[in-house]
């Protein structure tokens, strides 16, 4: 059986990307918002809760690059995480105008989005 090197590479990527976001948000939020001249919430709990969740996802998917097809079954989580971001973030940017801060993010994880189900699917093909 051939290993999908493009898999691991994809949540290898993901996890640092998640991981240092999260990181950095949990350390440096709110100097985040003030350089990009974002609103904080009324509470840096918000944003460091949302944060550890992000680092935790990033750890998640470390273990899918780890073992693609033993841990396929944590990818669907990594699409409802990447597809509620996607969803949230462009539901308003499209109606109501949001920071411009979390614009980027979300089209990095549309991509990504894009690139689990790939993932997804071709593990299923290879296991078949």
């Not at 898999?7 to 003030?34: I, M, N, P």
């Not at 990009?36 to 680092?55: R, S």
């Amino acid at each position: 059986m051939r290993r999908l090197v493009w898999v691991q590479v994809l949540f290898a990527l993901t996890g640092a990307y998640d991981l240092v976001l999260g990181l950095a948000f949990l350390f440096f939020g709110r100097r985040l918002f003030e350089a990009t001249g974002t609103p904080p919430p009324n509470h840096d709990g918000y944003v460091q809760f949302g944060a550890l969740l992000l680092a935790t996802f990033g750890v998640m998917f470390f273990a899918v690059a780890a073992d693609p097809r033993g841990n396929r079954n944590l990818i669907p989580y990594g699409v409802m995480l990447k597809a509620s971001y996607v969803g949230v973030v462009g539901f308003y940017w499209a109606t109501a105008g949001i920071p411009s801060m979390f614009t980027p993010f979300a089209v990095i994880d549309a991509l990504m989005l894009a690139l689990f189900v790939a993932a997804y699917l071709a593990l299923r093909e290879r296991l078949a």
